[in-house]
């Protein structure tokens, strides 16, 4: 069973930075289509932050592009959230996801406050 830890999550000042970090264990008994992070706030539906594809093709989510960075690691088998300019509105808690084929895995969450 694939498992995802997250961790580098929060308290940070509006305009601050953070890295999240995402290590996936037992990656390699499945065929990842793509790895990202999603985010949701208190009273808010869960919705996509970025995605990286196994040929490194990005998306982002409108409101953190140019902000906010995602890459991967494939030694170590972790996706990483380079997370700049934070604002108030980026407060959430952010999951970590890995598309498989037949199904999409998750983290617990890592929290990322930022204070205005």
């Known amino acids: 069973q694939v498992r995802l830890v997250e961790s580098g999550g929060g308290l940070v000042q509006h305009g601050g930075s953070l890295r999240l970090s995402c290590v996936a264990s037992?990656?390699?008994?499945?065929?990842?289509?793509?790895m990202g992070w999603f985010r949701q706030a208190p009273g808010k539906q869960r919705e996509l932050v970025a995605t990286?594809?196994?040929?490194?093709?990005?998306n982002y989510a409108d409101d953190v592009k140019g902000r906010f960075t995602i890459s991967t690691d494939n030694a170590k088998n972790t996706v990483y959230l380079q997370m700049n300019s934070l604002k108030p509105e980026d407060t959430a808690v952010y999951y970590c996801?890995?598309?498989?084929?037949?199904?999409?895995?998750w983290g617990q969450g890592t929290q990322v406050t930022v204070s205005s």
């Open positions: 037992r990656i390699s008994s499945i065929t990842a289509k793509a």
């Open positions: 996801n890995v598309q498989g084929i037949l199904k999409a895995y």
């Open positions: 990286i594809t196994s040929e490194d093709s990005t």
